[in-house]
């Protein structure tokens, strides 16, 4: 049986599904699985690191970040009104390795 998210009935920490008519699934999480673009519309949380010159960012998320290739570059951390810049120190470069999700599989993402 195929889902259809009612993706107008996000909010933050779920999405809503149609089973059939009159028939809903919903799945509720403990933290943000959402966050609002800039028409405020709920967009699914998403923290790939994108290639950018001189390193990786992220803005899919309630903040955004910019994390440098190598360990000499400053990283910059966004979360609405804060934010954070700061060196790493003693690392040669940044990676990430995939996490397994027990539910939906390798998503990628670390």
């Known amino acids: 049986m195929a889902l259809t998210e009612l993706t107008h009935r996000r909010i933050k920490t779920m999405k809503m599904f149609e089973k059939a008519p009159d028939e809903h699934l919903y799945r509720c999480h403990i933290g943000n699985i959402h966050y609002p673009d800039s028409s405020k519309v709920f967009q699914d949380i998403d923290t790939t690191l994108l290639s950018k010159a ?18 000499d570059g400053d990283f910059l ?9 700061l060196k790493i120190v ?3 470069s940044v ?14 993402k670390g």
Do not use: M, T, V
């Not at 992220?58 to 440098?68: A, L, M, N």
């Not at 390795?97 to 990628?108: A, K, M, Q, T, V």
């Open 54 to 71: 001189g390193g990786f960012y992220q803005d899919k998320c309630f903040y955004s970040c910019e994390i440098p290739d190598k360990a």
């Open 77 to 85: 951390f966004f979360n609405r009104d804060h934010s954070l810049n």
């Open 90 to 92: 003693d690392i040669l």
């Open 95 to 108: 990676g990430y390795i995939p996490i397994p999700d027990d539910e939906w599989g390798n998503l990628g």
